[in-house]
């Protein structure tokens, strides 16, 4: 009897165990999570909408628009709310994302709102959504099992947008569903995670960080191509000089290359009067920007008549609307330049910096591989966002880049100080 049960009992043991792993991939691990059932349910639907709505933002087209919003849209209201809910209802301990760091933005953003304009009002919801999620996220991830499942999402996100571009160049979505082009900045944030094993030579993060510049390169985004591969060389994580100048020289080839490719020299040498990229390097002033150079400088010299204080939140939106039909200057330092003045760059771009330098120094002084490459990505992001920032929207792209990258920071934020069992003093006044 035994004999004959056994192989049943290994198959379903298998069976089981193959489940388990399938379940462990799209679910979080909560068990050892405090609180009630429904606590720990609230927290894994937030965390879950943080990596697999996010996911769902490579789906775009008329057909997932609803009530005339686009569906992205309500990903991030649907990440923002259970991050403040989680927030307020699931938190044992106070949060250790350095909040006090970014008030003064987020202050002077509220301050330079017209709460008479919805879209206005909208906007400036979304500049808080990210360091909500982080501030969230730094007081309900308990330990490095969530920590690593949180990782580990980057790559099924990478697995999930490159099925759908796949299936979006074959025809293959239902009519009026597509890639949604805004989803290559997800894939610019989950390359910077997989460029320091890019560089050990992990096979699978090799071909998953190829993915990422693939739909980059046949998309013929240009921003996000460099961006992409920029992440290389400028991986935080600590490499040995050789392989740092390895990475250097990779960059540049596979920057030229894409650049080399007939959709880009296309795009580029389009209405420039120029027959070749050399001739276009002569006569840089000449390269196709999609209406940007020439509206930049419209927008450059409106906002210099209010340089200090700025035109108010959202008024590039109005200007851009009333000039050409642009809802976006294509690039977010001009747009906080015009809406929030000089102030506003400098309340954003203090935070900024100290992100950047206070996550490459604990790079370095990581206890542990999986914290380590928390604060890898958390930079690597960071410095992908200055760069993706020149030419396009990312600040509010939070559905896109800005809630997931918020919310990787702030665990790895509550991840080390669990471990070091010390909470800044300065999230004190603003733990949940």
């Known amino acids: 009897m035994l004999s004959n049960s056994a192989p049943y009992a290994s198959r379903f043991h298998h069976h089981r165990l193959r489940s388990s792993r399938i379940g462990s991939v799209f679910y979080p691990p909560l068990a050892g999570y405090p609180g009630s059932y429904p606590e720990r349910l609230l927290v894994a639907c937030f965390l879950m909408s943080l990596t697999w709505g996010t996911a769902a933002t490579a789906l775009g087209g008329t057909k997932l628009a609803f009530a005339g919003k686009q569906f992205a849209g309500y990903v991030w209201v649907i990440q923002g709310t259970l991050a403040g809910l989680s927030l307020a209802l699931c938190t044992r301990r106070r949060a250790a994302f350095p909040l006090v760091v970014w008030l003064p933005w987020l202050i002077w953003i509220i301050v330079r709102c017209d709460f008479d304009d919805f ?7 979304m500049l808080w959504a990210g360091p909500l999620a982080a501030l969230s996220m730094s007081a309900i991830v308990v330990n490095e099992q969530q920590l690593s499942w949180l990782l580990r999402s980057l790559r099924v996100i990478v697995v999930i947008s490159l099925v759908i571009y796949i299936m979006s160049l074959a025809h293959a979505l239902p009519s009026g569903i597509w890639f949604s082009g805004s989803s290559l900045m997800t894939a610019c944030l989950a390359a910077s995670a997989l460029a320091p094993n890019v560089l050990l030579g992990r096979r699978k993060d090799i071909l998953l960080w190829l993915g990422c510049l693939a739909m980059c390169c046949l998309s013929v985004f240009r921003a996000v191509i460099v961006t992409c591969a920029l992440t290389l060389p ?25 650049f080399s490719l007939p959709a880009t020299r296309q795009k580029m040498l389009m209405n420039s009067g120029q027959d070749s990229l050399r001739g276009l390097a002569a006569h840089p002033g000449d390269v196709y920007s999609s209406g940007r150079f020439s509206m930049w400088r419209l927008y450059m010299d409106e906002a210099l008549k209010q340089p200090l204080l700025g035109h108010g939140g959202n008024a590039s939106y109005y200007f851009g609307v009333d000039l050409a039909g642009w809802e976006h200057p294509h690039s977010d330092y001009i747009r906080v330049f015009f809406d929030y003045g000089l102030i506003g760059v400098m309340l954003l771009g203090l935070p900024v910096l100290h992100t950047l330098v206070d996550t490459y120094r604990r790079v370095r002084l990581a206890g542990s591989v999986v914290t380590r490459d928390a604060w890898t990505v958390s930079c690597g992001g960071f410095i992908s966002m200055c760069l993706l920032a020149i030419t396009d929207n990312v600040l509010l792209y939070v559905a896109f880049f800005g809630c997931l990258l918020f919310g990787i920071l702030g665990a790895a934020y509550g991840v080390s100080a669990a471990q070091s069992g010390i909470r800044p003093r300065t999230c004190d006044a603003f733990g949940a």
Not at 119 to 125: A, K
Not at 241 to 252: D, H, K, N, S
């Open 234 to 258: 400028l991986t935080p994580s600590p490499q040995p000089m050789q392989r740092r100048l390895i990475a250097v020289f990779m960059g540049i080839v596979l920057v030229l290359a894409a």
């Open 119 to 125: 879209y206005c009002v909208q906007r400036t919801i």
